[in-house]
């Protein structure tokens, strides 16, 4: 019986590395955003999308996906498109707010949520098949970019009304709402475009 070379082993740890550096990248904004520096919090939560989008990916390819895996990577999204987003808006855009904190931690739960329910739906067997190609609510990661939108225009523009806190509690209000509703949103890999269109898509 051959042994798996040390390569092969290795290269199966890696897509957990990169969950494991996506959940690192997630708490580092939540220091920057401590630290005041919400341009790079920003930045850290952009850098765990990327790799929470490759890190499947990977484990596709080197035939490494595991069920430990799988539960690794919802902890990994419910910290950094739950969690850090959260506390970034909450302690750049609304520190000392009641109201404000309360809103925060409702965007933080739904997002618990809407992971759990999804990976409940992922063993259901009796969904029908058009679920494979939507997603039901907002996914994680588009409720972390819209969350962080206040503070994006915050830091383009200045002071506004973007920037009051009533409306950065409704705005985390709305993104709560949407990330556990049920309606159906198209998953981007299963959106087909034209082949003469694509270089046009890939400009814009």
Not at 77 to 90: I, K, L, S
Not at 115 to 141: C, H, I, K, W
């Amino acid at each position: 019986m051959t042994r798996p070379s040390r390569r092969a082993v290795s290269l199966r740890i890696l897509p957990g590395s990169m969950t494991v550096l996506a959940i690192c990248a997630g708490l580092t904004s939540i220091k920057f955003a401590l630290d005041g520096q919400p341009h790079i919090a920003m930045a850290m939560i952009a850098a765990a999308a990327i790799l929470d989008g490759l890190d499947g990916r990977v484990a596709r390819f080197l035939d490494a996906s595991s069920r430990m895996g799988e539960e690794i990577d919802s902890l990994a999204d419910a910290v950094n498109f739950g969690v850090a987003p959260a506390v970034v808006v909450y302690v750049t855009l609304l520190p000392n707010s009641a109201v404000g904190w309360i809103a925060a931690l409702l965007y933080a739960v739904c997002i618990v949520l809407r992971l759990a329910r999804f990976n409940a739906l992922l063993d259901d067997t009796s969904q029908p098949a058009y679920t494979r190609e939507y997603f039901v609510g907002m996914p994680a990661p588009a409720g972390a970019i819209g969350t962080l939108g206040p503070l994006a225009a915050y830091m383009q523009f200045g002071s506004g009304w973007w920037s009051s806190e009533w409306f950065i509690c409704g705005w985390l209000v709305a993104c709560s709402a949407l990330v556990v509703s049920r309606i159906p949103m198209r998953k981007m890999h299963a959106v087909s475009v034209p082949p003469n269109l694509a270089a046009l898509l890939l400009a814009v």
